[in-house]
Antibody, heavy 117, light 106 residues
Framework: EVQLVESGEGLVQPGGSLRLSCAAS????????MHWIRQAPGKGLEYASA????????YYVESVRGRFTISRDNSKNTLFLQMGSLRTEDTGVYYC??????????WGRGAVVTVSS | DIQMTQSPSTLSASIGDTVTITCRAS??????LAWYQQKPGKVPKLLIN???ILESGVPSRFSGSGSGTEFTLTISSLQPDDFGTYYC????????FGQGTKVEFK
């Protein structure tokens, strides 16, 4: 059974940092591109970042570029999102998702990130 | 960046209705489009991939069509379980979501 379990959620002050992790199981992790998708309270889905299966290619939406870093450890089946210089508008639920032929077939339950003073 | 414009933003319908949601891309994305359903407090669920391929387990009343810049999601004979918010997602170049369409009970 495919499982994606996020951790590292929390409350952080503006300007602070947070590291999210996503533990994957039930599939050959290295074969899949992975993404972080976020959703602000009461809002729609927004792309945050993506990484290829071997980690050699990454993408960031403009609003997080230079502040967030996506990475993965294929030996530990884990995806990461290092978030820095956090802003109040970064508040939301962050989903770890698996990419299958472009669509996202499995989603984690989400990690709640709150940026507030 | 590719922009995705979804319409309508809200749709009121009754059980048994056929509803259609439209998604327009700001440039040609071929058939690199997916549709998701999200219910309150739940994670999104992939319904359709590559514009028209129904995911395993998704009822056949859901269908997708289109290519290039114009896409539609059709739900035939709306059921109580179909209420929620629907999103389109282009993955031709990186990724972008539409703003969502809330399907509510009339």
């Amino acid at each position: 059974e495919v499982q994606l379990v996020e951790s590292g959620e929390g409350l952080v002050q503006p300007g602070g940092s947070l590291r999210l992790s996503c533990a994957a199981s039930g599939f050959r992790f290295r074969d899949y591109g992975m993404h972080w998708i976020r959703q602000a309270p009461g809002k729609g889905l927004e792309y945050a970042s993506a990484i290829s299966g071997n980690g050699g290619s990454t993408y960031y939406v403009e609003s997080v570029r230079g502040r967030f870093t996506i990475s993965r450890d294929n030996s530990k089946n884990t995806l990461f999102l290092q978030m820095g210089s956090l802003r109040t508008e970064d508040t939301g639920v962050y989903y770890c998702v698996r990419d299958v032929r472009g669509g996202f077939d499995f989603w984690g339950r989400g990690a709640v990130v709150t940026v507030s003073s | 960046d590719i922009q995705m414009t979804q319409s309508p933003s809200t749709l009121s319908a009754s059980i048994g209705d056929t509803v259609t949601i439209t998604c327009r891309a700001s440039q040609n994305i071929n058939r690199w489009l997916a549709w998701y359903q999200q219910k309150p407090g739940k994670v999104p669920k992939l319904l359709i991939n590559e514009a028209s391929i129904l995911e395993s387990g998704v009822p056949s009343r859901f269908s997708g069509s289109g290519s290039g810049t114009e896409f539609t999601l059709t739900i035939s004979s709306l059921q109580p379980d179909d209420f929620g918010t629907y999103y389109c997602h282009q993955f031709s170049k990186y990724g972008t979501f539409g703003q969502g369409t809330k399907v509510e009970f009339k």
